[in-house]
Structure formats: structure tokens, C-alpha cells
């Protein structure tokens, strides 16, 4: 009798296994993120996780049939919580390189974005040349640090590069003159200069442009299919820009 029991809770673990992440019969997608990566992903004032990145995953994963979760992460170890299976999804502002191809399996791009170079507004920095000699900071993990590694030149100038946890506290350093420019994604960097009218300038150059999409697991194929069939209908009927227009004040989705 015993024998039968702890088979039976056997079967019973293993059936919850296969309905929990990534499971065929999953009935709830987990949507990993860093919650301080405005306006992707971030806590309001009621300390809800809202979004751009957040809307348009609750309005996908409706069409899907399916709950989702929103599980913030060290974004800096986005791809082992995927991998290790405790999220099913990252989809917060993820760009996608090759480097990231060979462990994840992206959506179509759903969105452009450049890495911008922010100063101060009364900064003597105009260009990429003036920041030789200066200290740089951007965030840990994130594909602005791609981004700055690929143009070796410009980077061997610094004087140093700091790697900050989020991007709110590289911003906050950059105010306090800690830092002399701060290398952060478009979406974010406007969003917190609109907010700061006056204080923070965007240089015209910048470190290259790229592409968001959203990571599964390599072999979830069924479960990325699903998902590109929602942010397909979305993009078709509208619903993709709506929520674009209430974030950026245009359509921005590509």
C-alpha cells in the first residue's frame, strides 16, 4: 500500500510539472522582467506592475486563453530564470542579438530602439569624441553594454565605464555629476528626460539600433507559435498601436 501511494504521489508531481512552465497543458504564462524599467515595465505609486511591455503581454496572453504573472528578476540573470524554467517568457525591453540567439527563442521584432547617449543639459559633451577622458555609465546585463563594447574605439576613450543594477540610478549619478553621460535604451532614456523637462540633454549620435522581442525557451516552439499568432492579430487590428499611442504619444510598434 505504501508502494501505491508514493506512486501515486509520483504521477500526482509530475502532472503538476507538466501544467507548471512551459508544460503542454499550461494554463499560465510566467512573464519575467526587471519592474524598474520604465515605461517597459515598472511599479507605480500603488506599487502595480505597469507597462507598455506589461499591456501588451496582458492583451496577448487573453487572446491566448491563458493567465499570465508578471515575476520581476535580476535582469542580469534573465537568461538562467528562463532557462531553470522559473519564468516561461522574458518580455521587458529584450533586444535581440545573435549572442542571445544561440539560448533563446524570440518573437518577430515588435519593436525598434537605439542605445541613446544622455548628458547634462549644461554638459560640455556634444559628441562621441567628447567622451574620451569621461566616466560613462549604463546597466548591468543590458544591451547598451553590447552596444558600447562594439564600438572599441569610443569605449577605450573612457576613462571608465560603470555598471549600474537599473538605469534609474545611473540617471540619478549622471544629475549628481557622478557620471558624465549614461548610454541607456531610447525608450527609457525619453521617458525620464520627458519627465525632468530642462535637466538632461540626447547627444545625435548614439551606439546603434536595435531590435525587441520577446524570449522563450528554445524548445517551446508551440508556445512561441501561439504567442507570434496574438502579437500578429494585435499588430493587424490596432491594438498593438493603441497601446503604443498611450505610452509614447505615437505608434512606435514595428
Not at 500603488?46 to 515575476?71: H, L, P, S
Not at 528578476?73 to 528562463?82: F, Q, R
Request: proline share 2%; with cysteine; charged share 30%.
Amino acid at each position: 500500500m505504501k508502494k501505491l501511494i508514493a506512486a501515486m504521489l509520483v504521477l500526482l508531481v509530475a502532472g503538476m510539472l507538466v501544467a507548471g512552465c512551459g508544460g503542454a497543458e499550461q494554463k499560465k504564462i510566467v512573464v519575467g522582467l526587471d519592474d524598474n524599467f520604465p515605461p517597459m515595465g515598472f511599479r507605480d505609486d500603488k506599487n502595480n506592475i505597469v507597462g507598455f511591455d506589461v499591456d501588451m503581454a496582458k492583451e496577448a496572453t487573453k487572446r491566448m486563453g491563458v493567465a499570465v504573472e508578471f515575476k520581476p528578476i535580476d535582469w542580469n540573470s534573465k537568461e538562467a530564470e528562463l532557462g531553470g524554467k522559473r519564468v516561461d517568457v522574458l518580455w521587458n525591453g529584450l533586444t535581440i542579438t545573435e549572442k542571445r540567439k544561440e539560448n533563446i527563442l524570440f518573437s518577430n521584432a515588435y519593436m525598434e530602439n537605439r542605445q541613446i547617449i544622455v548628458v547634462a543639459a549644461n554638459s560640455p559633451v556634444k559628441t562621441k569624441a567628447d567622451l574620451a577622458g569621461k566616466v560613462i555609465g549604463t546597466q548591468e546585463g543590458s544591451s547598451s553594454v553590447e552596444a558600447i563594447e562594439k564600438d572599441a574605439a569610443t569605449m577605450q576613450s573612457f576613462k571608465e565605464l560603470k555598471k549600474y543594477g537599473d538605469n534609474v540610478a545611473a540617471l540619478m549619478d549622471l544629475k549628481t555629476g557622478r557620471l558624465d553621460a549614461v548610454v541607456v535604451d531610447e525608450v527609457v532614456g525619453r521617458y525620464y528626460i520627458a519627465k525632468k523637462p530642462g535637466e538632461y540633454s540626447v547627444l545625435t549620435e548614439h551606439f546603434g539600433s536595435e531590435e525587441y522581442g520577446v524570449g522563450l525557451r528554445k524548445d517551446d516552439k508551440e508556445l512561441s507559435a501561439k504567442l507570434q499568432k496574438a502579437l500578429d492579430e494585435m499588430k493587424k487590428d490596432g491594438t498593438s498601436a493603441k497601446i503604443s499611442q498611450q505610452w509614447f504619444g505615437e505608434d512606435i510598434v514595428k
